[in-house]
């Protein structure tokens, strides 16, 4: 099946600081969704991007379809960014989502 | 509107025992999705409805695990007989007719421990 790998693991921020999040998929995919999990347990969609650029608020995303990879970019993190971000992908031919690993995301005040 | 509730929050058995998740997805939505979801990994499917069919079931391990979803509303998902590696949460889902751009909607989940 595909394979779904996402870096880092792990990542402390400090409030105020950006980053970015990667998400490397082995396959051709149909659909690619970025979610987040608070620290209570809650998954939520943030962006359904299979290909192209998408901005929420100070949440962005990139997935370059060709290359194999999604891009997520957190600006100016907020406490309430903490929690576990997963990139899923659709296999192309197959109907499910696919979860990476998840990147633990640490912000502190 | 309601969100996806999911039943119990916590379930504690001990191995070989029988349990049994409920959930309730959003009113109208036609797709429900069980996931198993193990400490430290991302959700994984087990078994995708589309009203009260099922759609994918390929990593539902059969031989102890069954779901249902009678009247194509609300679903169980039962374990039985229960092993220390089903220890996980159990994540519902749903979305309103499934498919590539469809927005799936989680319920809170249920953390199972197995000892």
């Known amino acids: 099946g595909i394979q779904v790998e996402q870096s880092p693991p792990d990542l402390i921020l400090q409030e105020g600081a950006n980053s970015t999040l990667r998400c490397n998929f082995s396959?051709?995919?149909?659909?690619l969704q970025w979610f987040h999990q608070n620290p209570w347990g809650q998954l939520i969609n943030l962006f359904y991007?299979?290909?192209g650029t998408k901005q929420n608020g100070r949440l962005s995303a990139t997935t370059v379809a060709t290359e194999r990879y999604s891009l997520l970019y957190i600006s100016s993190s907020q406490t309430t960014d903490s929690g576990v971000y997963f990139c899923?992908?659709?296999?192309?031919?197959?109907?499910?989502?696919?979860f990476g690993a998840g990147t633990i995301l640490r912000v502190k005040s | 509107e309601a969100g996806v509730a999911q039943s119990p929050r916590y379930k504690i058995i001990e191995k070989r025992q029988s349990v049994a998740f409920w959930c309730n997805p959003i009113?109208?939505?036609?797709?429900l999705y069980w996931y198993q979801q193990i400490l430290g990994q991302g959700p994984k499917l087990l078994i995708q409805?589309?009203?009260?069919?099922?759609?994918?079931d390929s990593q539902l391990p059969k031989d102890r695990f069954s779901a249902e979803r009678l009247k194509g509303v609300d679903s169980t998902l039962k374990i039985q007989p229960a092993k220390l590696e089903d220890s996980a949460v159990y994540l519902c889902?749903?979305?309103?007719?499934?498919?590539?751009?469809?927005?799936?909607?989680f319920g809170p989940g249920t953390r199972l421990t197995v000892l």
């Open positions: 889902a749903s979305s309103l007719v499934g498919g590539l751009a469809d927005t799936q909607y």
């Open positions: 396959d051709s995919v149909n659909n």
């Open positions: 991007i299979p290909s």
């Open positions: 899923a992908v659709e296999h192309q031919g197959e109907d499910k989502l696919v």
């Open positions: 009113s109208g939505h036609a797709t």
């Open positions: 409805f589309q009203n009260n069919g099922v759609v994918d």
